[in-house]
């Protein structure tokens, strides 16, 4: 064995050993908050796949979406039939030129009853809070009401917030948060959005 191929041999064990290592201390088992942020793309892709996973093992999932509700969305349209699927879409489909301030505030507020009740439910697995981000940065939401909200859910289940501008509190009180960066996107290159891909 060359010296190269030892030196990659104990970097690999050593790797091994930390690992494993990592995994003997993750003892705790409970629900998370994950939190997909960043300007980059995938974060309601990402929130999808892990609904899509929990819906495998037979969990009760539900998805509350803020702003792309009204949008096609072929994940959505593919999980639906789903028993164990319950979705709550913002009646308004917001947007961001908004002439009605007051119609948009108050189908967000509910929708957020829907995630309320989602959130205090105990045989729910998984909450997606798609796009909430958005409603806390312009003042539909109050931070206080969804902070408490999911701090007080019940401790099995998970929760997954999306959108760009993360609150910096919600952050923090996050297991894992996945910042999407955005190195490239073929919108600012002048391609359309992609069905099949993009929604």
């Known amino acids: 064995m060359s010296d190269r191929q ?14 494993d290592d990592k995994v003997a201390a993750a003892t705790e088992q409970r629900g998370q908050l994950l939190v997909f942020t960043g300007n980059g793309k995938g974060k309601t892709t990402a929130a999808w796949g892990t609904v899509t996973r929990a ?20 994940e959505r349209e593919r999980l639906i039939d789903d028993t164990h699927l319950d979705v709550h879409i913002m009646a308004t489909g917001f947007t ?6 007051a119609s948009d505030t108050a189908a967000c507020l509910e929708v957020w009853l829907e995630a309320e009740r989602l959130l205090a439910d105990p045989d729910v697995y998984l909450v997606v809070l ?20 999911i701090a007080n ?13 993360a609150h910096r509190e919600l952050v923090d009180m996050a297991d894992t948060v996945t910042e999407m960066q955005d190195t490239k996107h ?4 002048g391609l359309q959005a992609r069905r099949g891909i993009d929604y």
């Open 153 to 165: 859910r019940p401790r099995e289940q998970s929760v997954i917030v999306t959108g760009r501008n």
């Open 130 to 149: 798609d796009e909430i981000t958005y409603m806390l940065k312009f003042g539909y939401l109050e931070f206080e009401t969804v902070r408490r909200a």
């Open 55 to 74: 819906l495998g093992y037979g969990y009760r999932v539900g998805v509350i979406q803020f702003i792309k509700g009204l949008w096609e969305c072929g």
């Open 96 to 101: 961001w030129d908004t002439q009605n301030r």
């Open 186 to 189: 073929a919108f600012n290159a």
């Open 6 to 19: 030892q030196r990659h041999q104990q970097a690999m064990q050593k790797l091994k050993s930390h690992v």
